[in-house]
T-cell receptor, first 114, second 113 residues
Framework: AQTVTQSQPEMSVQEAETVTLSCTYDTSESDYYLFWYKQPPSRQMILVIRQEAYKQQNATENRFSVNFQKAAKSFSLKISDSQLGDAAMYFC???????????FGTGTRLTIIP | NAGVTQTPKFQVLKTGQSMTLQCAQDMNHEYMSWYRQDPGMGLRLIHY???????DQGEVPNGYNVSRSTTEDFPLRLLSAAPSQTSVYFC????????????FGDGTRLSIL
């Protein structure tokens, strides 16, 4: 069974600085997708960024980028120029090809310090 | 453009009561699923459906029942509520295509006394 591990329960960063959230996963499969979801206090689950395992290029969405290391099974999220609105729980999730089921990590609570 | 709609948003039940959490999507998605979110445990899959008339169990199915009579609706039933089912419940849907993400509803906070 696949597992997703987020080893940082809480992180904090100064506004306008850069922060990296860690995620590692365990799988025996070669074709899969990885996701980062943001959950603000409103409780919504918002897709931040996604990465296909077969793509070597790291995904980027504006201030959000990932560092995908397939061999190390690592999928970290970098947030540049942190803003107050980035404060939220961040969940890393895994999905294998042909399977819609998402496996989530336990989340990292990010605090932005003004 | 409603997306995934969950009702109610909040509910308090007594132990032993039954209840149905509603989930509806207007995107014609084939795949729908229910997750529960507990502190320190992330989201865990309860049940899922790959199309009308087809359902299957996820990671934590005990105490829950689902059915999928239409593409749009995927209700989750608590047969006899227990305090261990106190949680936030999320419904999600997707096209089922590999490269498409799941869309989540806003969640239902359920407390069992």
């Amino acid at each position: 069974a696949q597992t997703v591990t987020q080893s940082q329960p809480e992180m904090s960063v100064q506004e306008a600085e850069t922060v990296t959230l860690s995620c590692t996963y365990d799988t025996s499969e070669s074709d899969y997708y990885l996701f980062w979801y943001k959950q603000p206090p409103s409780r919504q689950m918002i897709l931040v960024i996604r990465q296909e395992a077969y793509k070597q290029q790291n995904a980027t969405e504006n201030r959000f980028s990932v560092n995908f290391q397939k061999a190390a099974k690592s999928f970290s999220l970098k947030i540049s120029d942190s803003q107050l609105g980035d404060a939220a729980m961040y969940f890393c999730a895994y999905r294998s090809r042909g399977n819609e089921k998402l496996t989530f990590g336990t989340g990292t609570r990010l605090t932005i310090i003004p | 453009n409603a997306g995934v709609t969950q009702t109610p948003k909040f509910q308090v039940l007594k132990t032993g009561q039954s209840m149905t959490l509603q989930c509806a999507q207007d995107m014609n998605h084939e795949y729908m699923s229910w997750y529960r979110q507990d502190p320190g445990m992330g989201l865990r899959l309860i049940h899922y459906s790959v199309g009308a008339g087809i359902t299957d169990q996820g990671e934590v199915p005990n105490g829950y029942n689902v059915s999928r009579s239409t593409t749009e609706d995927f209700p989750l039933r608590l047969l006899s509520a227990a305090p261990s089912q106190t949680s936030v419940y999320f419904c999600a849907s997707s096209t089922g295509q590999y490269n498409q993400p799941q869309h989540f509803g806003d969640g239902t906070r359920l407390s069992i006394l």
